[in-house]
């Protein structure tokens, strides 16, 4: 086995998964250009709603799945009607503070009802290690990269092939033409943060297996962001991209640095980009406010 | 279409003044006036984009002064916006489907997309490039394009021969005409007083946010402070055809 390859792997794992969590920021900010912080709640909501589901209720994986990405979507329209469209002729500054503040709330409702108490939920795949090639992968892991591409590729057939996603994509470039079509702007930004905190619950649920479940797995928020950030910000593939870039990064800053040094890479990797390339990866170049 | 008192601010700015006017079936009806007059408010108010604060508009017997943007098109008005607002990261044949949101009969919205290519030939060669890429005259195209997928009953321009070379200005001319012919009621504001008068039927004529001259094309055209004022001649009956620079 050799080391390298090994740790690229398993980071490409945990970076499809900032990569879900970053795509749902990316659509959010693209169709209202706001971060939500929040985001890391929805991923939180979503791995606790897959531990109630398979654990307390005893429902199947896949039914569960379905459960968790609803809820999480639900989580979206919330953050929506209370922290975004009140808002909607404050600052963005006041916005992204509004969307923290009510991720706050989700992640302290949780804590008061189940305390601290981490929890787990095994997945349907084996955690037991196969040896593709010369490396050693779990097919949790593998089945986790398989999901997310499958979404990305469902997300890119919604978005260039069905009615709602030509709408969405619409509105991110002109809110008001959109409406001149006789879209419903504010309905378009609901269904955008659902899916949104749709992708952080999928990416809970899937995470659940490898990390256990706690509150502060919303944490997941820094490097989902700075996945984002290094892919432009507006861009999915640059998502993906920045996505594992991060994972794959942090393993091997864990290894070759010193495994406290893991959890600075998504930092170290946003302060380089920002200096370096602050329109990200897949980013237009900025344009001068006049 | 019937406007009757209506006002409309931004923030404290009164920008219309009490605004009355009518669009009657089948017209071609010509907003005139200088920058800031209120022409681009009047349209907004109309579409909804902007809420008039005070004052009625009323669509075929609906009230549609308080109505948002996506209600006023389900009613049938549409507005060819000022700068034409496509969708310019998706292609040609995306922002016509866009116009069709609404509709949802896909056989006849095919169809009045192949309708749209037979008009605007060009639009066929470049379906499937991004909006943003043609030419100002061929965005006008789509922009006209796309609003008329709605299946409109009153079609609003505003400024559409803007920024484009007079040859394709008489075409886009010649397109509103034609329109019209179909049936379809026109309300169109214009700078080019000239050439909105050579193709409209009726005429009203804005001033800081007020109607203040309307008429027939023919009375517009020979009042000397409409020709003083908006199409470059001297007043007075004997006054030269030239146009004066």
């Known amino acids: 086995m050799e080391l390298v390859p090994q740790l690229i792997v398993s980071g490409i794992a945990a970076g499809s998964l900032y990569a879900l969590v970053a795509i749902g920021l990316v659509l959010i900010y693209k169709a209202t250009d706001i971060v939500n912080f929040a985001q890391g709640e929805s991923v939180t909501v979503g791995a606790y709603m897959g531990w109630l589901c398979i654990t307390q209720f005893r429902l199947p994986y896949f039914v569960a799945v379905v459960l968790v990405l609803a809820g999480s979507a639900l989580v979206g329209m919330i953050v929506e009607r209370v922290a ?21 709330i989700i992640k302290n409702a949780i804590r008061l009802v189940w305390q601290d108490t981490p929890r787990t939920i095994s997945g349907v795949f084996s955690a037991e290690p196969i040896e593709i090639g010369s490396v050693l992968i779990t097919p949790e892991r593998l089945a986790i990269m398989f999901t ?17 996603g030509k709408a969405m994509r619409a509105t991110a470039q002109s809110q008001e033409a959109a409406s001149l079509m006789g879209i419903s702007v504010p309905g378009i930004f609901s269904k955008t943060w659902a899916l949104g905190s749709a992708l952080g619950g999928l990416a809970g649920v899937l995470i659940a297996p490898l990390v256990g479940i706690n509150t502060e797995l919303g944490a997941v928020l820094v490097p989902g962001f700075v996945a984002a950030v290094v892919g432009g910000f507006t861009s999915i593939p640059g998502a993906i991209v920045g996505g594992i870039l991060v994972g794959v990064l942090e393993n091997l800053g864990g290894v070759f640095i010193s495994s406290s040094f893991k959890q600075v890479v998504p930092f170290v990797v946003l302060i380089t980009v920002l200096m370096v390339l602050p329109t990200g990866l897949f980013g237009k170049p900025l344009r001068k406010a006049v | 279409m019937k406007l009757d008192g209506v006002e409309t601010f931004y923030g404290a700015v009164k920008a219309l003044k009490g605004v009355s006017f009518t669009v009657p079936d089948g017209s071609i009806v010509a907003l005139l006036g200088g920058n800031g007059a209120g022409k681009t408010t009047t349209l907004r108010s109309i579409s909804g984009l902007t809420t008039a604060r005070k004052g009625t508009i009323e669509f075929n017997g609906t009230r549609i002064e308080k109505s948002p943007p996506e209600r006023v098109v389900g009613l049938g008005i549409s507005l060819v916006p000022q700068g034409r607002l496509l969708f310019a990261e998706l292609t040609v044949a995306e922002n016509l489907e866009l116009g069709a949101y609404l509709r949802h009969d896909s056989a006849e919205i095919k169809r009045d997309i192949e309708k749209a290519y037979e008009q605007f030939p060009i639009l066929r060669q470049k379906r499937a490039q991004e909006a943003g890429t043609l030419s100002g005259g061929q965005q006008q195209m789509v922009a006209i394009a796309r609003s008329l997928m709605s299946r409109p009953k009153l079609l609003m321009l505003d400024e559409p021969s803007l920024g484009l070379a007079p040859m394709i200005v008489a075409e886009i001319f010649e397109t509103i005409r034609k329109i019209r012919d179909d049936g379809v009621s026109i309300l169109l504001v214009e700078q080019n007083a000239n050439m909105a008068l050579s193709i409209a039927n009726f005429g009203y004529v804005l001033e800081s946010g007020k109607v203040v001259m309307s008429g027939n094309v023919a009375q517009l055209l020979s009042d000397p402070r409409v020709q ?16 004066r620079h």
């Open chain 1, 148 to 164: 997310v591409a499958l979404v990305v590729a469902l997300l890119v057939l919604f978005f260039r092939f069905s009615k709602l």
């Open chain 2, 228 to 243: 003083q004022a908006y199409l470059g001649q001297e007043a007075g009956p004997a006054a030269p055809q030239a146009v």
């Open chain 1, 84 to 104: 975004y469209r009140p808002l909607l002729k404050s600052p963005p500054f006041t916005v992204i503070l509004a969307t923290l503040a009510v991720g706050l």
